[in-house]
């Protein structure tokens, strides 16, 4: 069964920073990319950053500069660290799994609240 958890997510001050972490367990398909999503309330799911094995990385406009995604492929762990947080950053953050076969696995979400 494949499982994946975040961790690393809570309530910050605009400009501070967290590192989100994500573990894949039960991973028995060879792995196209890992990425987060994020959904802020009252709108859709949105895709912050992915990273493929080869560490190729895409990041939403929004994040670019202030958000870096990395991984460690034997672990199948993937982390984001997100700098310089605005309040619009507020959300759940997802972690992602997209198989080659690009079927995608979800984590449960960690809350990130940047409020003064």
């Known amino acids: 069964q494949v499982q994946l958890v975040e961790s690393g997510g809570g309530l910050v001050q605009p400009g501070e920073s967290l590192r989100l972490s994500c573990v894949a367990s039960g991973i028995f398909f060879t792995i196209?990319?890992?990425?987060?999503?994020?959904?802020?309330?009252?709108?859709?799911?949105?895709?912050?950053?992915?990273?493929?094995?080869?560490?190729?990385?895409?990041?939403?406009?929004?994040?670019?500069?202030?958000?870096?995604?990395?991984?460690?492929?034997?672990?199948?762990?993937?982390?984001?660290?997100?700098?310089?947080?605005?309040?619009?950053?507020?959300?759940?953050y997802y972690c992602n799994v997209r198989s080659v076969t690009h079927r995608d696995y979800w984590g449960q979400g960690t809350q990130i609240t940047v409020s003064s």
């Open 32 to 92: 196209d990319h890992m990425g987060w999503y994020r959904q802020a309330p009252g709108k859709q799911r949105e895709l912050v950053a992915t990273i493929t094995s080869r560490g190729v990385t895409n990041y939403a406009d929004s994040v670019k500069g202030r958000f870096a995604i990395s991984r460690e492929n034997r672990k199948n762990t993937v982390f984001l660290q997100t700098n310089s947080l605005k309040p619009e950053d507020t959300g759940v």
